[in-house]
């Protein structure tokens, strides 16, 4: 084999996450010129904020960004900023990764005391899947019970659809449309000349509500925004950043996490086109059993082998949820440690796993059930 073929292919774009082996988030932050999140930046952040950071920032698993230091900066001298996150709704269920970006969103409200604004992109995904546009807007309003369920506060939060909100958003829609042209389009996104044209002028949807005057009935003078996103999203905002300056607006911020990964394996993200690689918020108990129980592990075949080696804690799918999902760092260490010397088995870790991840969804479908229409609108009418 040469050495073309031994190196790990990955294909990271909004659209599609693929490596050949583990994705190499390394790769992807030298490619796309964001910036590793460092141990120091981290005390500083926890210096700032006066508590423990999140367990998802001192294990890396939100490990780039861009400009994140500059919010701190601004922070620090009393300045507000503002959050800006999303959902395609192309499923009526979430999954478990799309969680992530939501619950860290969440953490930082309520740690900065900042309002958050959160784009449905209907539109989005009416461009890209089969379906009725109708049907897109249903399934926008059956997320949002999903991610208020995540306990966001309706005092500092909107969310708004696309297709409802877009008169607002219109004016920077048509400013960034002018300062992107489709050769740039088809590089970022690899949309090509059959593409709908909708596709080639969607990005400067998403790119909008990084701009504070997107929301005129929230922000009344020029406010930095931060976005937290998995970095299959990055390359929207690199566009917008790149006409930011440009506008007279500064460029948004990005926090990025790595990718919750497929029940199959580490080398692909859980995604809600491939419904066998994903937990939903909406399985039941015994389908989370089932699922985690045959999802891809690192142990060894046998228990000899087992004993004898350990596993492979890199590529065992139940050890990365805990990563995740254990919030106790201690117990998460000593599973590491036992179960990589071969001490635990594989249906140890399972079991531990299966009992977290109930509790999790469990939680959140009784969440979800109180969260009438009128709870719903509190988030869209601003
Ligand atoms: P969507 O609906 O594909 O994903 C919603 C959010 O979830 C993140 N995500 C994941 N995070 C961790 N592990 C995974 N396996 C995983 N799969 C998805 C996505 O990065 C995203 O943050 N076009 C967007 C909607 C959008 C948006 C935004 C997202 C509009 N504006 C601003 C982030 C920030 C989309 O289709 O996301």
Redesign the pocket.
């Known amino acids: 084999m040469n050495k073309m073929n031994k190196m790990n292919k990955q294909i990271i774009t909004?659209f599609t996450v693929q490596a050949d082996e583990r994705i190499d988030y390394d790769k992807i932050v030298n490619q796309f010129g964001s910036t590793k999140i460092s141990v120091k930046l981290l005390e500083r952040f926890q210096k700032i904020i006066g508590k423990k950071i999140h367990h998802w920032l001192t294990r890396n698993l939100f490990f780039s960004h861009r400009d994140l230091n500059l919010i701190l900066d601004n922070y620090e001298k009393g300045k507000t900023f503002y959050l800006?996150?999303?959902?395609?709704?192309?499923s009526e269920a979430l999954?478990l990764?799309?969680l992530?970006?939501?619950m860290m969103t969440k953490w930082l409200q309520e740690v900065f005391n900042v309002k958050l604004v959160i784009?449905l992109?209907d539109d989005?995904?009416f461009l890209w899947k089969s379906g009725k546009l109708v049907d897109f807007q249903y399934l926008a309003r059956e997320n949002a019970k999903d991610i208020i369920a995540c306990g966001f506060d309706s005092e500092n939060t909107f969310i708004f659809t696309d297709s409802n909100y877009i008169k607002e958003l219109y004016p920077n829609v048509l400013k960034i449309q002018k300062l992107v042209n489709f050769n740039q389009i088809k590089g970022i996104f690899g949309i090509t000349q059959s593409d709908c044209i909708g596709k080639i002028s969607f990005p400067a949807i998403?790119a909008a509500?990084s701009f504070y005057d997107s929301f005129p009935h929230l922000f009344c003078e020029n406010t930095p925004c931060l976005?937290?996103?998995?970095?299959?999203?990055d390359p929207?905002f690199r566009m917008t950043r790149d006409v930011a300056p440009k506008l007279g607006y500064i460029k948004p911020a990005i926090l990025h996490?790595?990718?919750?990964?497929s029940l199959r394996g580490i080398d692909k993200?859980?995604?809600?086109s491939d419904l066998s690689s994903s937990i939903y918020l909406t399985d039941t108990m015994e389908m989370i059993k089932k699922k985690i129980n045959k999802s891809f592990s690192g142990g060894k075949e046998s228990i000899e082998k087992h004993r004898e080696y350990g596993a492979d804690l890199e590529i065992d799918v139940p050890f990365q949820y805990l990563t995740f999902f254990m919030e106790d760092d201690d117990k998460l260490e000593q599973i590491r440690s036992d179960y990589s010397s071969g001490k635990m088995l594989s249906g140890e870790v399972k079991k531990i796993l299966i009992d977290i991840l109930q509790k999790l969804v469990l939680n959140h479908q009784k969440k979800r059930e109180k969260i009438s229409d009128d709870i719903i609108n509190k988030f869209f009418e601003k």
């Open positions: 909004p800006y996150t999303g959902r395609g709704p192309s999954h990764g799309h992530i970006p939501f784009q992109t989005e995904k998403q509500p976005i937290p996103c998995a970095i299959d999203q929207y996490s790595k990718f919750f990964p993200k859980m995604s809600s």
